[in-house]
């Protein structure tokens, strides 16, 4: 079988539903990224809504990082002291300030070009959480979520953008808390974008970026054992430019440069594995912009400069499997909402379901759903206790769903003309971190 043919085929036929796909809140934020075992078939088409990403002399613009830590504006929130920084995924964020009242309280949340955390403590707890985005990983704002937590050690992440009222309920002494970003992960750092040393189950070999506006990359790697796991990064480019990947040659994937998460290359940027030589290999890896929102790969010398432009590759480690199931591998861990998740459990169809379901039962433990559509020519929706949540799914891909606190839930999947091979996979993570 010819996999270029085949997967070009695929897209033009199903042109259209790809380009129906919501893509700033889409389910879970975590890049679309499945691997066959069985069948090593490689699409590449995807895109997320772009976003901001504050660049100053080529490293992070991070708010109030010189200011001094005003401690005593931390202390006896709702019977707690607010902790002078948190960490999520590697990164450092510091406190900035806090609000508090009884029974209820409300914190404006204004507009940042980097990522933000809101905290809440509650003198007698629990907390309901009410926001203008998504909460749950469901798709939907404005969302509530009750949280068990009244002390200060759980948080939301909000992306760069996101602004609006973020309230608490309860009984007593309630407080919201805002933090912002001071500080990358540790890994590479450039142009306000980084790319972590470990990042959804992975670890970095390298990552490179072109010089600001340039708009084509390529650097060799030697290959770790059992091949390697790509992210690419672009962004700033506006409509009717395309991004490109080639690795060893015969990788290809495109899309739109309009990476959501501006300053992660590796947690938010699409990803894509790839089978290599022998260990210590040296392999060449490529990047580049081209006119044109083509469905097809544009030619490495047609690459064209473009102020504005952030261009970045990564090359990581290919993650380790938790269980093969379907033919693919279901990671060991995976990122949402700032939070680690690790593999819990998952079941599959047969071949040929038009659908899917499983009982999903969460405990005082939050459980994330994650879903696979193992067929690259279908899509396909989620359904949440018969009411479809987030977008489209788009075929040959996987992303996490809602996740579920202290209830049980019939989670569906719907597929589009189902072909005779097609297999969806269910599976949960609890959080770790």
Do not use: K
């Not at 010819?2 to 036929?13: M, P, S, V």
């Not at 948190?86 to 309280?105: I, K, P, Q, W």
């Not at 059992?226 to 430019?241: H, L, N, T």
């Amino acid at each position: 079988m010819n996999t270029q043919t085949d997967l070009r085929h695929t897209l033009a036929e199903h042109a259209a539903d790809l380009d129906s796909l919501a893509t700033v809140e889409r389910l879970g934020q975590v890049h679309g990224r499945i691997r066959a075992v069985r069948r090593r078939r490689r699409a590449g088409v995807a895109g997320v809504a772009a976003a901001v990403v504050a660049i100053a002399g080529g490293a992070l613009l991070f708010p109030h990082a010189d200011r001094v830590d005003p401690a005593a504006d931390r202390q006896d929130l709702a019977g707690h002291t607010a902790p002078a920084t948190m960490e999520s995924l590697g990164y450092t964020y510091r406190f900035v300030r806090a609000v508090e009242g009884g029974d209820a309280v409300r914190l404006r949340l204004g507009s940042s070009d980097t990522p933000q955390l809101v905290s809440w403590a509650a003198e007698t707890g629990p907390v309901t959480l009410r926001s203008p985005f998504d909460l749950d990983g469901d798709g939907a704002g404005p969302d509530r979520s009750d949280e068990p937590a009244v002390d200060f050690s759980d948080f939301h992440l909000f992306y760069p953008g996101q602004q609006g009222v973020v309230s608490a309920s309860g009984t007593g002494p309630l407080a919201l808390a805002v933090y912002e970003l001071v500080s990358p992960a540790p890994g590479v750092t450039e142009q306000g974008v980084t790319y972590r040393e470990r990042s959804n189950g992975r670890d970095l070999v390298d990552a490179q970026f072109a010089a600001p506006g340039r708009g084509s990359l390529e650097f060799t790697v030697m290959s770790p054992a059992g091949g390697i796991d790509v992210s690419r990064y672009c962004s700033g480019a506006p409509s009717g430019y395309q991004v490109n990947v080639e690795v060893l040659g015969q990788l290809q994937s495109w899309g739109a440069c309009d990476d959501a998460n501006g300053w992660d290359g590796g947690g938010g940027s699409v990803g894509t594995d790839v089978d290599t030589a022998d260990a210590g290999a040296t392999l060449t890896a490529r990047v580049w912009l081209t006119r044109g929102a083509g469905r097809t790969l544009g030619n490495w010398a047609d690459a064209v400069d473009l102020p504005g432009v952030t261009l970045g590759l990564g090359v990581y480690t290919r993650p380790e499997a938790a269980r093969t199931v379907a033919g693919y591998d279901l990671p060991t861990e995976v990122e949402y909402d700032g939070h680690v998740w690790a593999y819990a459990d998952s079941s599959a169809s047969g071949a040929g379901a038009f659908s899917f379901s499983s009982e999903v039962a969460a405990g005082p433990d939050p459980l994330l759903t994650y879903v696979v559509v193992a067929d690259t020519a279908r899509t396909a929706r989620l359904f949440l206790d018969g009411h479809q949540v987030g977008p489209w799914l788009g075929g040959g891909s996987a992303t996490t769903g809602p996740w579920l606190r202290n209830r049980t839930a019939m989670m569906e999947v719907r597929v589009d003309r189902p072909s005779p091979t097609t297999r969806v996979v269910l599976a949960t993570y609890r959080r770790i971190s």
